[in-house]
């Protein structure tokens, strides 16, 4: 119940019906009760909440120089951490139904071209007697000729831990036909999780903050790999 305190036109505190009197700084205000909002918190609601909140949480691991990096072009009306959340969205995997981003056939992000980038294996590995993850792709002599002494940029997933990294290459193209290179894998998971990579760019001098002469709006979809078969090795 709402008590007046200066008269029937001085302020009261409380609430009175639909109407809720308070002060502020000597000031005598009203405001009036929120409107109910109807969230019964269906299953399937819950569900498409969890859904999102998972791709946010992807989209959040990366920096705003790396968004830059995988988003050369931004878009009119939507942020660049906005349009990877709507990428990694599209075409979920659902599981026992469960909704999620489906990172192990997710193949490209961003909207710079990959039309002419070879598929990426990612796997851990022992060298020398240390845990690695291993990239390594296949190339064709004319892709070998165009991109010799360039350094990749590889996206990887951490399909088992939900995580999103960009790794830069440590070893350039080289002329045989099989290219890649190794990184401690201690930050980027463990020996048995599952991991799915793809490359993004190739440039002799490329770092995060890169794309700046690319015009490129929507990033050319690329054929998913079998789940079976996998990439070629």
Known sequence: MGKIKQGILGGFKGKVGTVIGASWNGIAYMRGLPQSV???KTPAQQAQRDFFREVQDLAGQLSHEQLIF???ESVQG???RNLLVKQL??????AEGVKHADLGNITSLGNAPTA????????TDVVEGSDVLKMKWNTDNDWRSSH???YPTICVFNVTQRKIFLVNSTTVVGASGVTGFNVPLAAYGEATDTFNGFMLSTGSTMCL???GTLGVVTRPARQKRN???GPNH
């Open 78 to 80: 939507m942020s660049r």
């Open 209 to 211: 903050v890169g794309f």
């Open 116 to 123: 002419d980038l070879p598929d990426v294996s990612v796997s």
């Open 38 to 40: 109807k969230n019964p």
């Open 89 to 94: 969205a599209d075409e979920p995997l659902i």
């Open 70 to 72: 995988l988003f050369p």
């Open 227 to 229: 789940p079976r078969t």
């Open 148 to 150: 010799a002494n360039e």
